[in-house]
């Protein structure tokens, strides 16, 4: 009988497709319902957690236990409103987004800046809230980086602010920051652009965090 090389997990504690028995049992063990399998292809795994079998899909699902997230912001005068917008990428092929705004006059004159920062700490603090080790923050502002690793010099409260919260979130889980051409087709990176102009007009403040499978889900065009 040919062993087990690929696990996959549909419900547990963290949710994909493992290479070990060991990672696929922490993550089940002890789990009230849990629904896993082991398998001997990867593709056979992937079908079992309805993975899309697209390539752009396949390169875009993190590994067990990271949260991918890409992060954007937006900003409209007329309405003196900043917003943020989040495309969550699972390690299942799930997808889900999260968008919200604000208006407070002292963060206005940071304009789409105040929303890519917000971006960013709504997902870190997501991926916590929803058991993730691990966060990769896929953004086209570099600030989103700089800022939160030192390279930049946060110079007004905002930016200190944001600065010291992703640092100190930082010692309790691995973030991780790419940089994406802006308005390059990149596609979730397009889609975190809309979902932040969406914010704009259809956001309500700024959304509680939640779990992800709270969220509205992206099911592809």
């Known amino acids: 009988m040919a062993s087990k090389k690929?696990?996959?997990?549909?419900?547990?504690?963290?949710?994909?497709?493992?290479?070990?028995?060991?990672?696929?049992?922490?993550?089940?063990?002890?789990?009230?319902?849990?629904?896993?399998?082991?398998?001997?292809?990867?593709?056979?795994a992937r079908e079992y957690l309805g993975m899309e079998s697209r390539k752009e899909d396949r390169e875009d699902l993190p590994r067990p236990g990271c949260l991918l997230a890409y992060v954007d912001g937006s900003y409209e005068h007329s309405l003196k409103k900043y917003a943020f917008g989040c495309v969550f990428i699972l390690p299942n092929g799930k997808i889900y987004t999260q968008y919200g705004n604000g208006d407070n006059e002292k963060y206005l004159q940071h304009r789409n800046v105040m929303g890519e920062m917000l971006g960013a700490l709504y997902a870190t603090k997501a991926a916590m809230l929803n058991g993730y080790r691990e966060i990769e923050i896929r953004y086209d502002y570099q600030g989103i980086e700089k800022w939160a690793t030192g390279e930049w010099r946060a110079r007004n409260d905002e930016t200190i602010t944001y600065a010291g919260t992703m640092r100190e979130w930082g010692r309790m889980l691995k973030i991780t920051f790419t940089k994406v051409a802006a308005h390059t087709n990149v596609k979730y990176n397009e889609l975190a652009d809309q979902t932040a102009k969406r914010g704009l007009t259809e956001g309500n403040g700024i959304p509680k965090v939640c779990k992800l499978e709270e969220m509205e889900e992206y099911v592809g065009e």
């Open 6 to 44: 690929f696990y996959a997990v549909k419900k547990g504690k963290v949710t994909g497709l493992f290479r070990t028995w060991d990672e696929c049992k922490a993550s089940v063990d002890g789990y009230p319902g849990a629904e896993y399998k082991g398998f001997t292809s990867e593709q056979e």
